[in-house]
């Protein structure tokens, strides 16, 4: 597995198994047959494509409304300074909890999470110009230019490429 953490792109093979294993609340497998899907998994798991896309989180009081705030809408495009204002603190104080608490700045998380997001709705088979929308950006180039600074490729070469792998 990855040394690292990272976000794994699952192939329909790996999301089968899970949506069985969780249907069935198998949390550890006890049966022969449980146990060989068990190894299924954990092999396709390495073989995954992998990204550097991680997203990371933190239980500080301070930085949780923000957090579950931008995660509920990622379009939102309250400033740092407007989080602080409302957090009643200063925008110093709130950059610096996102850095020493996720090891990120509040910008990049920001980034990331909008990356994350826009791969769930990419893989769902949502168009560019939706995720777009969905995510604040003023255009669609705006959001492909974030996508391919982030990843090195666009959106939508990201998703036909996954296509063709997983046929």
């Keep these: 597995m990855p040394e690292t953490a990272c976000t794994l792109a699952l192939s329909p093979l790996i999301k089968v198994i899970l949506a069985d294993f969780a249907g069935r609340r198998i949390t550890v497998p006890e049966t022969e047959m449980d146990r060989r899907l068990a190894l299924v998994l954990v092999d396709q798991l390495m073989q995954a494509a992998r990204r550097e896309s991680f997203l990371p989180v933190a239980d500080d009081d301070l930085l949780q409304p923000v957090i579950d705030a931008l995660q509920a809408d990622p379009s939102d495009r309250r400033s740092l300074a407007e989080w602080a204002r409302s957090l009643q603190t200063t925008e110093k104080t709130l950059s610096r909890r996102f ?4 090891g990120i700045s509040f910008n990049e998380w920001r980034q ?17 110009q939706s995720i777009a929308r969905k995510l604040g950006y003023g255009s669609s180039s705006a959001f492909i230019a974030m996508f391919r600074r982030q990843t090195g490729t666009s959106p939508t070469n990201l998703q036909s490429t996954a296509d063709r792998r997983f046929l």
């Design 112 to 128: 990331r999470l909008k990356l994350v997001a826009s791969l769930s709705l990419l893989e769902d088979g949502k168009s560019v």
């Design 99 to 102: 850095q020493g608490q996720l």
